[in-house]
């Protein structure tokens, strides 16, 4: 059992930030602040570094989940995306 557990840690888990991605941090204070976002931007710089990637921190101080909202879909609209995370509080 213990051979196995190690096994399974050393087979690396598909990262969902791909080569060629751009991540946009859409939010309010804390995603402008860029606390959360530079934690994942320096972790896949560091992990992938053959990866290219682009980072836009989108947030804005004092937004509100509807103006999020709002920003997302004025920026997204009609185009393609796998996923999108909002860090907001």
């Known amino acids: 059992m ?3 557990l190690i096994l399974l ?3 690396p888990a598909e990262f969902a930030i791909r080569d060629g991605d751009t991540v946009v941090f859409l939010g309010d204070s ?3 602040a860029r606390q959360y976002g ?3 931007e320096t972790y896949t710089l560091l992990r992938f570094p053959e990866r ?3 980072f836009i921190n ?3 101080g004092g937004e509100t989940a509807k103006e999020v909202s709002s920003a997302w879909r004025k ?3 009609g ?3 796998r996923w999108s995370p909002w860090p907001t509080g």
């Open 38 to 40: 530079k934690i994942i």
């Open 79 to 81: 185009r393609e995306q």
């Open 30 to 32: 804390i995603t402008a």
């Open 58 to 60: 989108a947030g804005k």
């Open 2 to 4: 213990v051979a196995f």
């Open 75 to 77: 920026m997204f609209s």
């Open 9 to 11: 840690s050393l087979v």
């Open 52 to 54: 290219k990637v682009r």
